[in-house]
């Protein structure tokens, strides 16, 4: 149990255009997803966290406008990169949290190549 | 100051060893406290969480000092299969933060 989803696995753009990542749990409902990015032999460092049905609350120094979050469903956010650039290349990955329960369960990663 | 700081390593050790890392967090309200593993280029996975009393998982410990704000994995008997990054990662109550990993490298 506890399976989440990342799709794509990896995604090769040009520079300008905008990314679409989709985070999905597939056998619970989470309440609460994390958007993490991690540089290499960096750790990771949560970008955002996403409500079910409300605002993405971002962190400092990350910008909203550029990183989109929906999170539409209790089984499914989406971060958009928009505007992407080679310095938004890196391992973008995404965690769940089911409910109240602290345990969060990662996602396999997208990695994104800014051409 | 980082919030959470590791020696990143990387700790090569034969076969059969043990070994030990240690974790450092800067945040006194912290609850909870994990180590996840993480492979080269794969999302980290939870190896087990810590609590004050000490916790045991087969050949893996983890040990929690919250008077030093400390953080102590320790594993025995290592396999080829335990190289990976270990992430020492505080919930200071309302996200993880993350250390930047421990390399281990296990050799034949």
């Known amino acids: 149990g506890a399976v989440v989803s990342q799709h794509p696995s990896w995604v090769i753009c040009k520079s300008g255009t905008s990314v679409k990542i989709e985070c999905r749990s597939l056998d619970f409902q989470a309440t609460t997803m994390f958007w993490y990015r991690q540089f290499p032999k960096q750790s990771l460092m949560l970008m955002a966290t996403s409500n079910e049905g409300s605002k993405a609350t971002y962190e400092q120094g990350v910008e909203k406008d550029k990183f989109l979050i929906n999170h539409a469903s209790l089984t499914l956010s989406t971060l958009t990169v928009t505007s992407a650039h080679p310095e938004d290349s890196s391992f973008y990955i995404c965690s769940a949290r089911p409910g109240l329960a602290e345990t969060q369960y990662f996602g396999p990663g997208t990695r994104l190549l800014v051409l | 100051r980082k919030e959470v700081e590791q020696d990143p390593g990387p700790f090569n050790v034969p076969e059969g060893a043990t070994v030990a890392f240690n974790c450092t967090y800067s945040?006194?309200?912290?609850?909870?406290f994990f180590w996840y593993r993480q492979d080269c280029r794969k999302e980290p996975k939870l190896l087990m969480s810590v609590y004050s009393s000490g916790n045991e998982d087969g050949r893996f410990t983890a040990q929690l000092n919250r008077a030093s704000q400390y953080i102590s994995l320790l594993i025995r008997d290592s396999k080829l299969s335990d190289s990976a990054t270990y992430l020492c990662?505080?919930?200071?109550?309302?996200?993880?933060?993350f250390g930047k990993g421990t390399s281990l490298l296990v050799t034949p």
């Open positions: 990662v505080v919930n200071p109550g309302y996200a993880l933060n």
């Open positions: 945040n006194s309200a912290s609850q909870s």
